[in-house]
């Protein structure tokens, strides 16, 4: 199962499910465990064992794809790894970490520059002490 999200729109969700080998008498589903857990079948398939699902969801939600397979009059169903869709507001964790580092670098380096000027401030200044007799 591979789902992609849109950034802009995040209710908006591609559910591509792919099974190595799809049989002639077999279909493809999604299973949704929303606020009402519903399967969803007929996707639109791209290759002969690749099929996608466009839903309209608002996490959290579960997905699973179903290979449901007849043989002989007999069902068997092989499901994929269930993929857990989160709900995240505001900015990512990714976006948090990358900005507190910068900000925590420039801090230093601020630090640094003043120190430095202090210190060259410092060592550039000379007292004469004239006394007159």
Known sequence: ????QQMEDREHVIVMCSFGRRFIESSLQLS????QNYTLKNPACIAHDVCVFNITVRPPVSLTCIHEIITFGNYSYL???TYVLEHHDGVSSFYIGFF????????IMTAAVIVTNIRSNAQGVCFVNYSLI
């Open 32 to 35: 949704v465990d929303y606020e």
């Open 1 to 4: 199962i591979t789902v992609y």
């Open 79 to 81: 499901l994929s790894e």
């Open 100 to 107: 507190s580092f910068i900000g925590v670098g420039v801090i």
